[in-house]
């Protein structure tokens, strides 16, 4: 049994991973200062005896010093997240996207020199590759984020900054990080209110509307069942070999958005229409997107036994129920 602490615990990835945790066994304290995250996400587990919840923020210095005394491992799965949160607070997305982790690492070097050596895992983010042209990103791919001028890469240099300084902290101090660069997690508990884009189509098509789809619908991600994506983060935390690596996490078999979005109307109501809007309407005159996003998992499955329990028709049905529950 371990003692682990989970920043962000009270998120859609978050929640899924404190479940996970206690369910082989581990001891779980969750902090969430429920911006994104809710606490009614943990309902299943609120009366676990071997859960705690703590209302925070993981830019709480003091905070995360008293937490952090008393486990053994951490995951930091804190941020600000969501194209359309950029869009619409781009201050605030940026800081809590950096500040947190600041202070995180900043805790456990402090219990590292003292003789304590917490594991941690860092969520990042696909983001940070930007506009990379290639078919398949590698964890070593040149990372192209657009101009400063346009908040749409704010995201993925501040997740990038973040990758630095823990890789950083490896270096310098021998802290055991490992860093995971996460590719369009979804599932029961996502909001689509920040731009999340299955749980938006679901959310319409049930209440009748017709899906909408940005741009031409050709835009081509890779959608990954959240606890896959955990069970992969536990297993990289519990690897020997994982610290001060970065490893894409996802599914590296590619759907349009407008192939989804026909698959979610198919599911729901074969006689909805799908409505086209151009990024312009939504996110303003500068929004860049990226026409590919799919990750190569060659390190990753070199490093742990990854495989997937879930495929895309199986995830918009139980997004679907949860939704209508």
């Not at 630095?164 to 310098?172: D, G, V, Y």
């Not at 086209?276 to 997107?289: A, H, K, L, P, T």
């Amino acid at each position: 049994m371990k003692q682990i602490l989970v920043t962000g615990g009270a998120g859609f990835i978050g929640s899924h991973l404190v479940e996970a945790l206690l369910s082989r066994g581990d001891r779980v304290i969750a902090v969430d200062d429920e911006s994104n995250g809710s606490p009614e996400n943990l309902q299943t587990v609120r009366n676990h005896f071997d859960f705690s919840y703590v209302t925070g923020s993981a830019a709480d210095a003091d905070l995360m010093r008293r937490l952090i005394h008393d486990v053994d491992h951490v995951y930091h799965l804190a941020a600000a997240v969501g194209v359309g949160r950029i869009a619409e607070d781009p201050v605030s997305a940026i800081e809590r996207n950096f500040q947190p982790v600041s202070v995180v690492l900043k805790e456990l070097c402090r219990a590292h020199e003292s003789g304590r050596p917490l594991k941690c895992f860092l969520a990042s983010s696909s983001e940070v590759y930007g506009e990379n042209p290639g078919d398949r990103w590698s964890e070593d791919e040149r990372l192209m984020l657009g101009p400063t001028s346009q908040m749409r890469w704010s995201y993925g240099a501040a997740k990038a900054v973040d990758e630095f300084l823990a890789l950083a902290c490896h270096r310098q101090y021998g802290l055991p990080v490992v860093v995971g660069r996460l590719f369009n997690v979804v599932g029961p508990r996502q909001s689509g209110r920040y731009g999340m884009v299955l749980p938006r189509l679901i959310e319409r098509a049930l209440a009748g509307k017709p899906p909408i789809v940005y741009d031409d619908g050709q835009q081509l991600r890779c959608f990954i069942h959240v606890a896959d994506v955990c069970q992969a983060i536990i297993q990289l935390m519990e690897s020997p070999n994982t610290a001060g690596q970065v490893y894409n996490i996802g599914n590296d078999q590619p759907v349009s958005i407008l192939a989804l979005a026909e698959r979610v109307v198919e599911a729901i109501d074969p006689k909805l229409d799908i409505e086209f809007e151009s990024y312009r309407n939504v996110y303003g005159d500068d929004f860049q997107d990226v026409r590919a996003r799919v990750p190569d998992l060659t390190k990753l499955k070199k490093a742990i036994h990854f495989g997937l329990s879930y495929d895309l028709d199986i995830v918009i049905r139980e997004v679907i129920e949860w939704m209508q529950r």
